[in-house]
């Protein structure tokens, strides 16, 4: 290991651990739909609100949060995010003994501001420490990995303490979850407040005196000047809002099931997000040798399929899971967790790809476009309560279709004469 590498290395190992904070809280928030909709009575739409407010924080912090970062610098905006997580899931828990459905909706929200920041930090961090291309895709692999740790424990810890009686359970029940996250935090804070970090993308002395004096020159460009950038942000916008969705209407669906209910429904889940930790294990380990262009093609290409399955097996055909007869459909929302699992990585890596000095703002950009993973899946429980569950897939397979567009063609940098330096 080069010198390089070794002083990178306990930065590298803090991004990984702000990647399984930010999976373990937005998928609390998703996994909680299924406590909102029997407490409060909510509808499949109303249920979704929690991660509709998680995300909707991107919306309205993203582009905050990439200047954030350019001022203040990654350590600055690591523990200003920590500390906004740790109020919005105290917030939550509060909610639960509250039992106020708008206290558990704002406690969602701040703890999205918290989460967007976070992903502003450890993306770009891990992308530059890899020095981009397939390296800097190979450690936001990596990292996905340790998210979808995060991811997997969240669903399964919430089904075991809901337990078999999905009617009885109310926000309170999840406390013991939420008192896990904030002790994260809080110890997440100490280690980086004590950590070096590099600063690649800082502003310099002269840049920070330019700004404050006004002399700073526009720059007639920026991020969304890239075409490729410009489409990578909305495949963004499809790919988190697919991600959240296939596991978070199924975890209605099957907890909805008096036949299964929610203790299996949360393994079904977990299970998606295990095998999204699975795929971006495998995607780490290749991911210097593939392509990321080749990786979403294929990987779109399969889930459509996947979600094919999901939409039309019969659920008459049934498979043994913990003593209950489950719809095998269902076995396939487990399976797009292989999918989803390197499409976040591959985007990112193809979006900002020869960016350059704008990375940074892209990175803010780029977060405000999460924004879809409450859209989508709200989108979908309106759709489930006009129609049914399964229809409400068309809204997934439409979003996989524009990504298979991207990796064919929205990812092809066609603004070169654009100088990044």
Known sequence: MSNQQKS???????????????????????????????????????????????????????????????????KFTSLAAITVGLVGVAIQFVSGYAESFLVYVLGAFVAGFSMCMLNIVVNPMLNTLGGGGNRGNQLIQFGGSCN???????????????????????????????????????????IIALTKIPEPHMETAEEKAARLNGTTQKDPHGPLSFRHFLLGAIAIFFYVGIEVGIPNIAN???????????????????????LMMCGRLIGGAIGNKVSSKAMMLSVSSLALLFVLCIMF???????????????????????C??????????????????????????????????????????LQGWVADLTDYMTSYWIIIFALAYLIYYALIGSNNVNRDIKVD
């Open 313 to 335: 097996l019969p659920k008459s055909v049934t498979v043994n899971v913990l003593g209950t007869a489950l719809p095998v459909n269902m076995l396939f929302v487990a399976l």
């Open 8 to 74: 990178y290395f306990l930065p590298i190992v803090m991004m990984f651990a702000l990647f399984f904070m930010i999976a373990f809280v937005t998928n609390f928030a998703g996994s909680m739909g299924v406590i909102v909709k029997e407490q409060f009575g909510a509808s499949n739409a109303l249920a979704q609100f929690g991660t509709l407010a998680n995300f909707i924080a991107y919306a309205c912090m993203g582009i905050p949060a990439g200047i954030i970062l350019k001022r203040k610098g990654y």
């Open 337 to 378: 967790g292989l999918c989803t699992s390197v499409m976040w990585g591959a985007t990112f890596n193809l979006s900002v790809e020869g960016l350059g000095k704008y990375t940074p703002m892209a990175s803010g950009i780029f977060m405000t476009l999460v924004c879809g993973g409450g859209i989508l899946p709200a």
């Open 252 to 274: 209605l669906y099957m907890s909805g099931d008096p036949t299964v209910g929610p203790a299996v429904a949360g393994v079904v889940v977990g299970a998606y997000w295990f």
């Open 148 to 190: 979808s740790i995060g991811a997997t424990i969240a669903p399964i810890l919430l089904g075991y303490l809901i337990g078999g009686e999905v009617q009885n359970a109310s926000v309170a029940d999840a406390a013991p979850a939420m008192i896990i996250a904030m002790g994260i935090f809080a110890l997440a804070f100490v």
